[in-house]
Protein backbone atom coordinates (compact mmCIF):
# COMPACT_ATOMS: atom_id res chain seq x y z
CA UNK A 1 0.00 0.00 0.00
CA UNK A 2 1.36 3.32 -0.88
CA UNK A 3 1.33 6.56 1.44
CA UNK A 4 -1.37 8.17 -0.98
CA UNK A 5 -3.29 4.89 -0.40
CA UNK A 6 -3.22 5.04 3.34
CA UNK A 7 -3.56 8.59 3.41
CA UNK A 8 -6.92 8.20 1.66
CA UNK A 9 -7.97 4.83 3.49
CA UNK A 10 -7.25 6.26 6.26
CA UNK A 11 -9.92 9.48 6.04
CA UNK A 12 -12.35 7.25 4.53
CA UNK A 13 -12.32 5.67 7.69
CA UNK A 14 -12.77 8.93 9.53
CA UNK A 15 -15.90 9.68 7.37
CA UNK A 16 -13.88 12.59 5.40
CA UNK A 17 -16.43 12.94 2.15
CA UNK A 18 -13.10 13.82 0.77
CA UNK A 19 -10.87 11.13 1.46
CA UNK A 20 -14.20 9.04 -0.49
CA UNK A 21 -14.02 11.52 -3.46
CA UNK A 22 -10.63 10.58 -3.89
CA UNK A 23 -11.01 6.95 -3.41
CA UNK A 24 -13.23 7.00 -6.02
CA UNK A 25 -11.36 9.28 -8.47
CA UNK A 26 -8.63 7.50 -8.25
CA UNK A 27 -9.89 3.92 -9.09
CA UNK A 28 -13.50 4.77 -10.72
CA UNK A 29 -12.04 4.66 -14.42
CA UNK A 30 -10.27 1.55 -13.66
CA UNK A 31 -12.75 -0.51 -12.01
CA UNK A 32 -15.33 0.87 -14.57
CA UNK A 33 -13.43 -0.82 -17.31
CA UNK A 34 -13.15 -4.08 -14.95
CA UNK A 35 -16.82 -4.00 -15.09
CA UNK A 36 -17.73 -3.42 -18.38
CA UNK A 37 -15.58 -7.04 -19.16
CA UNK A 38 -17.90 -8.86 -16.80
CA UNK A 39 -21.65 -6.83 -17.62
CA UNK A 40 -24.29 -7.03 -20.45
CA UNK A 41 -23.98 -3.14 -21.46
CA UNK A 42 -22.60 0.28 -19.93
CA UNK A 43 -26.11 0.70 -17.72
CA UNK A 44 -24.96 -3.19 -16.15
CA UNK A 45 -21.67 -1.86 -15.88
CA UNK A 46 -22.45 1.24 -13.91
CA UNK A 47 -24.89 -0.56 -11.28
CA UNK A 48 -22.31 -2.98 -10.25
CA UNK A 49 -19.41 -0.18 -10.25
CA UNK A 50 -21.80 1.99 -7.55
CA UNK A 51 -21.89 -1.80 -5.74
CA UNK A 52 -18.62 -2.34 -5.68
CA UNK A 53 -17.62 0.80 -4.38
CA UNK A 54 -20.57 0.59 -2.07
CA UNK A 55 -18.90 -2.37 -0.68
CA UNK A 56 -15.52 -0.84 -0.33
CA UNK A 57 -16.27 1.34 1.66
CA UNK A 58 -18.32 -0.70 3.55
CA UNK A 59 -15.56 -3.04 4.37
CA UNK A 60 -12.51 -0.58 4.54
CA UNK A 61 -12.23 -1.47 7.65
CA UNK A 62 -10.80 -4.92 6.71
CA UNK A 63 -8.57 -3.99 4.77
CA UNK A 64 -5.34 -4.75 6.54
CA UNK A 65 -2.63 -2.91 4.08
CA UNK A 66 -1.34 -5.73 2.99
CA UNK A 67 -0.87 -6.29 -0.37
CA UNK A 68 -2.06 -4.00 -3.24
CA UNK A 69 -4.89 -1.52 -2.19
CA UNK A 70 -6.02 -1.62 -5.80
CA UNK A 71 -5.69 -5.22 -6.57
CA UNK A 72 -8.35 -5.59 -3.12
CA UNK A 73 -10.88 -2.81 -4.72
CA UNK A 74 -10.29 -5.01 -7.77
CA UNK A 75 -11.47 -8.41 -6.39
CA UNK A 76 -14.51 -6.63 -4.74
CA UNK A 77 -15.46 -5.33 -8.04
CA UNK A 78 -15.19 -9.06 -9.92
CA UNK A 79 -17.02 -10.06 -6.79
CA UNK A 80 -19.91 -7.90 -7.18
CA UNK A 81 -19.98 -8.40 -10.97
CA UNK A 82 -19.93 -12.10 -10.50
CA UNK A 83 -22.24 -12.05 -7.95
CA UNK A 84 -24.83 -10.19 -10.74
CA UNK A 85 -24.22 -12.76 -13.21
CA UNK A 86 -24.87 -15.58 -11.09
CA UNK A 87 -28.15 -14.08 -9.63
CA UNK A 88 -29.63 -12.89 -12.88
CA UNK A 89 -29.26 -16.24 -14.80
CA UNK A 90 -29.18 -19.50 -13.05
CA UNK A 91 -28.37 -21.41 -15.93
CA UNK A 92 -25.20 -19.05 -16.62
CA UNK A 93 -22.72 -21.70 -16.59
CA UNK A 94 -23.07 -25.17 -19.03
CA UNK A 95 -22.03 -28.08 -17.74
CA UNK A 96 -19.17 -29.80 -18.15
CA UNK A 97 -18.19 -31.49 -22.12
CA UNK A 98 -16.06 -34.02 -23.43
CA UNK A 99 -12.34 -33.75 -23.71
CA UNK A 100 -12.68 -33.53 -27.32
CA UNK A 101 -14.41 -30.13 -27.00
CA UNK A 102 -11.77 -28.69 -24.11
CA UNK A 103 -9.28 -28.51 -27.33
CA UNK A 104 -8.94 -25.42 -28.73
CA UNK A 105 -8.88 -24.62 -32.00
CA UNK A 106 -5.70 -23.55 -34.05
CA UNK A 107 -5.49 -19.63 -33.80
CA UNK A 108 -5.29 -17.86 -37.23
CA UNK A 109 -3.89 -14.65 -37.89
CA UNK A 110 -5.69 -11.80 -37.42
CA UNK A 111 -5.25 -8.01 -38.02
CA UNK A 112 -5.08 -5.76 -35.03
CA UNK A 113 -8.23 -4.87 -34.16
CA UNK A 114 -9.51 -2.03 -31.86
CA UNK A 115 -10.19 -2.35 -28.46
CA UNK A 116 -13.15 -0.95 -28.18
CA UNK A 117 -14.54 -3.36 -31.21
CA UNK A 118 -12.78 -6.44 -29.66
CA UNK A 119 -14.84 -5.61 -25.96
CA UNK A 120 -18.22 -5.75 -27.72
CA UNK A 121 -17.31 -8.69 -28.76
CA UNK A 122 -16.77 -10.07 -25.38
CA UNK A 123 -19.62 -8.28 -23.76
CA UNK A 124 -21.89 -10.04 -26.47
CA UNK A 125 -20.49 -13.66 -25.05
CA UNK A 126 -23.28 -15.42 -22.96
CA UNK A 127 -22.73 -14.36 -19.66
CA UNK A 128 -20.91 -18.12 -18.40
CA UNK A 129 -18.49 -17.27 -21.39
CA UNK A 130 -17.42 -13.86 -20.40
CA UNK A 131 -17.01 -14.48 -16.73
CA UNK A 132 -15.00 -17.28 -17.46
CA UNK A 133 -13.11 -15.80 -20.09
CA UNK A 134 -12.07 -12.34 -17.97
CA UNK A 135 -11.41 -14.13 -14.90
CA UNK A 136 -8.81 -16.66 -16.50
CA UNK A 137 -7.21 -14.00 -19.78
CA UNK A 138 -7.72 -10.82 -18.16
CA UNK A 139 -7.62 -11.47 -14.42
CA UNK A 140 -5.00 -14.42 -14.45
CA UNK A 141 -6.65 -16.96 -12.17
CA UNK A 142 -6.60 -20.64 -12.32
CA UNK A 143 -9.60 -22.99 -13.78
CA UNK A 144 -9.55 -24.26 -10.50
CA UNK A 145 -10.07 -21.35 -8.55
CA UNK A 146 -12.86 -20.22 -11.16
CA UNK A 147 -14.59 -23.41 -10.51
CA UNK A 148 -14.82 -22.50 -6.53
CA UNK A 149 -15.89 -18.89 -7.08
CA UNK A 150 -18.77 -19.17 -9.92
CA UNK A 151 -19.52 -22.67 -8.00
CA UNK A 152 -18.70 -25.00 -11.10
CA UNK A 153 -16.26 -28.01 -11.88
CA UNK A 154 -12.92 -27.26 -13.29
CA UNK A 155 -13.73 -29.16 -15.94
CA UNK A 156 -16.57 -26.88 -16.67
CA UNK A 157 -14.66 -23.47 -16.19
CA UNK A 158 -12.22 -25.13 -19.31
CA UNK A 159 -15.11 -25.79 -21.56
CA UNK A 160 -16.33 -22.42 -20.80
CA UNK A 161 -12.82 -21.15 -22.02
CA UNK A 162 -12.42 -23.40 -25.34
CA UNK A 163 -16.02 -21.93 -26.60
CA UNK A 164 -15.86 -18.11 -25.48
CA UNK A 165 -12.35 -18.46 -27.29
CA UNK A 166 -13.84 -20.39 -30.18
CA UNK A 167 -17.06 -17.73 -30.35
CA UNK A 168 -14.26 -14.89 -30.39
CA UNK A 169 -12.32 -16.58 -33.04
CA UNK A 170 -15.46 -16.94 -35.02
CA UNK A 171 -16.59 -13.40 -34.89
CA UNK A 172 -13.07 -12.03 -35.35
CA UNK A 173 -12.47 -14.18 -38.53
CA UNK A 174 -16.38 -12.95 -40.05
CA UNK A 175 -15.46 -9.51 -39.22
CA UNK A 176 -12.13 -10.10 -41.23
CA UNK A 177 -13.44 -11.45 -44.07
CA UNK A 178 -16.57 -9.17 -44.35
CA UNK A 179 -13.81 -6.18 -44.23
CA UNK A 180 -12.39 -8.30 -47.00
CA UNK A 181 -15.08 -8.41 -49.37
CA UNK A 182 -16.03 -4.86 -49.33
Known amino acids: MTEQERHIVEGCLRGQIASQKKLYD?????????????????????????????????????????????????????????????KSDKKLIHDDITEMDLELAVQPKFPAFDLQFVMKKIQSLAPGYRAVFNLYIVEGYQHHEIGEMLGISENTSKSQLSRARRILQDMLTEEMNSVHER
Open 26 to 86: TYSAKMFAVCLRYCKDEDDAKDQLQEGFIRVFQNLKAFKGEGSFEGWVRRIVINCCLESLR
